[in-house]
């Protein structure tokens, strides 16, 4: 009997591609909707099909939200979905926020605060640079590095506090993705930070280097992280400073790896497909 599997992401990018790929290497037959497209008759409609396994990924698209869509099709579909667990002990899982205070005593975190609590005397006493960071941002759209105090007056004036963290500004040494699935290490790769204008702010950006061997202390936290969280399926990001102290950053489903795919010749997507395929024996 053919095994059907659903996947709904905001576009099909090239790490969806890749999954797909996989996925019919193996003969599943796959479905692609984009959130865009669904309504709540449409989403109805998907429920009531019969689907082996779904892949719901990160239903968030520069402005665009569609959370609910997500919810929605995690509550009403019948079959297995990826990092379901996840989704539904965490529901607040990508507000970085609450990876904030679930984690800053388990693991090392850098200093964050919510902006909008920040008095106005703080924000003049604040050690400059700091990075402010959308609480739901996606794909680090949403990361600035904020050189000043006029730069924070400036940003405080165009956008919503409350939707933003401010965070220390580590001395960066090494910036690192780890890739985890079924809690087992199956990447990891060096980036490097770039710094690129947007809306008249200085836009944290990373670029996918070179493979890397990351430290026991490391491997240790990015398995405990993702036990912590129940992931099947995710990207962890950390932060190395000039004192070889490690920082944890965030940890993101649906994580986007074709770069790590190819600069670390890991074949993630194979793997996911092999470990989806055991997962609807």
């Not at 960066?172 to 809690?183: A, G």
Request: hydrophobic fraction near 40%; aromatic fraction near 10%.
């Amino acid at each position: 009997m053919a095994k059907n599997i659903l996947i709904v992401a905001t576009r099909k990018g090239r790490s969806v591609k890749l999954i797909i790929a996989a996925l019919k290497k193996r003969k599943f037959n796959v479905s692609f909707l984009n959130y865009s497209s669904l309504t709540l008759k449409k989403i109805e409609h998907v429920c009531n099909e019969k689907w082996s396994f779904a892949i719901l990924r990160d239903p968030r698209d520069v402005n665009l939200n569609f959370s609910v869509f997500q919810n929605d099709l995690l509550n009403c579909l019948k079959c297995k979905v990826l990092d379901e667990n996840a989704l539904k002990k965490h529901p607040y899982f990508e507000d970085k926020l609450f990876q904030y205070l679930f984690f800053k005593n388990k693991v090392h975190m850098p200093n964050t605060r919510i902006l909008q609590k920040v008095s106005s005397k703080k924000l003049i006493k604040l050690k400059f640079p700091v990075i402010v960071k959308k609480r739901l941002g996606s794909k680090g759209r949403f990361s600035f590095l904020i050189k000043n105090k006029q730069e924070i007056t400036k940003f405080l004036k165009k956008n919503d506090p409350s939707e933003f963290l401010l965070e220390d500004f580590e001395n960066i040494k090494t910036d690192l993705r780890v890739v985890v699935l079924n809690n087992k290490i199956i990447a990891s790769v060096a980036r490097t930070p770039h710094i690129k204008k947007q809306t008249g702010f200085s836009r944290i950006g990373v670029k996918v280097e070179s493979k890397i061997q990351i430290s026991k202390k490391i491997k240790t936290d990015a398995i405990k992280i993702s036990k912590s969280l129940n992931c099947d399926f995710c990207g962890i990001d950390f932060v190395i400073d000039h004192t070889n102290k490690h920082y944890f950053i965030e940890c993101n489903l649906s994580p986007v790896f074709s770069s790590t795919e190819k600069k670390s010749n890991a074949n993630i997507a194979d793997k996911l497909a092999e470990f989806i395929k055991k997962k609807i024996r």
